[in-house]
């Protein structure tokens, strides 16, 4: 199911049929770096990860983490959405992109569009996001959507501190 559409991109829902593509995202050394190992090291693997993850949050919240396609070939090229953890009070916007289409400012392009969603259409009063303390394009993207740094956090007490960045004023 389409969500968004941007000038370039279409946000679509994940789907099982997403798995090789997942497969290569979340096994990226930058994934690996600033997100974490999930596991995820076959086919198999992948469904699993997209039916536990995005589409389990897509039944019970309306919104997830979506596929990132390019407009003009369907190509996925990454995911980005709200989350809703449990660690933390408010909904979260998560980001990734295969490396190779990193830098050509999708980030930005499907962030905004996120956001906006988020705050215009499911009526969200405030929008957070967490990362890596040595994440910097992250960082430098989320301050470019308008974010700002609150302080650290950390989603349990066997985890690193984090990053913690919000938007409100």
């Known amino acids: 199911m389409n969500v968004l559409e941007t000038d370039r ?20 050394p930058a994934w690996l770096q600033f997100i974490g190992d999930r596991g995820v090291r076959t086919l198999a ?9 995005p589409l389990d949050m897509y039944n019970r919240l309306g919104f997830g983490l979506y596929a990132v396609v390019l407009k003009e070939s369907g190509i996925p090229i990454g995911m980005c959405g709200l989350l ?3 660690t933390l009070q408010d909904v979260d916007i998560g980001f990734a992109f295969l490396a ?3 830098g050509q400012g999708y980030g930005y392009e499907s962030a905004a569009a996120v956001l906006e969603y988020g705050k215009n259409v499911l009526g969200l009063p405030r929008i957070v996001a967490i990362t890596m303390p040595d994440n910097v394009n992250s960082i430098q993207l989320l301050e470019k959507l308008g974010l700002r ?8 007490e066997h985890e690193p501190a984090l990053n913690f960045f919000t938007s409100d004023g």
């Open 149 to 156: 740094f609150e302080g650290m956090v950390r989603l349990s």
């Open 9 to 28: 991109l279409i946000l679509r829902w994940l789907t099982v049929e997403d798995a090789e593509f997942i497969f290569e995202l979340v096994n990226e």
């Open 45 to 53: 693997d992948a469904r699993d990860y997209i039916l536990r993850g």
């Open 100 to 102: 190779r289409f990193r």
């Open 84 to 86: 809703k953890r449990a």
